[in-house]
């Protein structure tokens, strides 16, 4: 298989999982990409759009873009799974910890925004439900993609070899340069504090 045989990239791990650098390192690797947008406009049509299965093909922003990360897509996978055939899906994830700390830094440990909300299905930052639903998630695509070990990659940011397993899982070569590690300053800052 070489990447002009797989239709998009979505993205499908919960926000804190590496999805900035999933997105620096589509974008690298040639595949045109999307992160999260504030957009409040692009968040609505996405949303409104994944309620009715067909209505994502005409979706301006997923017709735009080849790769997508955070936004909705983690809540709409299912949906773009049918619409989209032929996909290529990642699913990032970390060790809970790490995960659960950084979620709080993020958020101030108080109340979620739209995307977060979609995720959760709560406004409230609460610890042992966000570990829940991390789970659950993590879980629920594993179990949804058992059969298809090709669509499917199991992205750990633990890992030293990223770029080999990216790469190897779309089929193109293995740059010489590091992995992209957007946020990690943030991350660490935030820790410290």
């Known amino acids: 298989m070489s990447s002009d045989d797989f239709n998009k990239i979505f993205g499908i791990g919960a926000h804190r999982t590496g999805t900035q650098s999933l997105n620096d390192a589509l974008n690298f690797l040639g595949f045109p990409s999307m992160h999260y947008n504030h957009n409040f406009n692009i968040i609505m049509s996405l949303i409104s759009d994944g309620r009715r299965n067909d209505a994502l093909k005409e979706c301006e922003i997923l017709v735009a873009f080849q790769g997508f990360t955070d936004i909705i897509i983690p809540c709409i996978y299912e949906k773009l799974d049918y619409t ?7 699913l990032t994830i970390r060790d809970d910890f ?10 101030g440990g108080e109340w979620f925004g739209l995307f977060e909300y979609m995720f959760y299905g709560f406004w409230k930052y609460d610890e042992r439900k966000c570990m829940d639903r ?3 998630h993590n879980n629920q695509v ?8 090709d669509d499917l990659l199991i992205f750990d940011l633990r890992d030293e070899n990223k770029w080999e397993k990216l790469c190897g899982f779309l089929n193109v070569p293995v740059p010489e340069i590091d992995y992209p590690h957007r946020n990690k300053s943030v991350e660490v800052n935030n820790a410290n504090k």
Do not use: G, Q
């Open 142 to 149: 594993i179990e949804y993609f058992k059969n298809r070990p």
């Open 134 to 136: 991390f789970s659950e």
């Open 84 to 90: 989209f055939p032929n996909s290529k899906y990642i």
């Open 98 to 107: 790490s995960w659960i700390n950084s979620v709080k830094n993020h958020t």
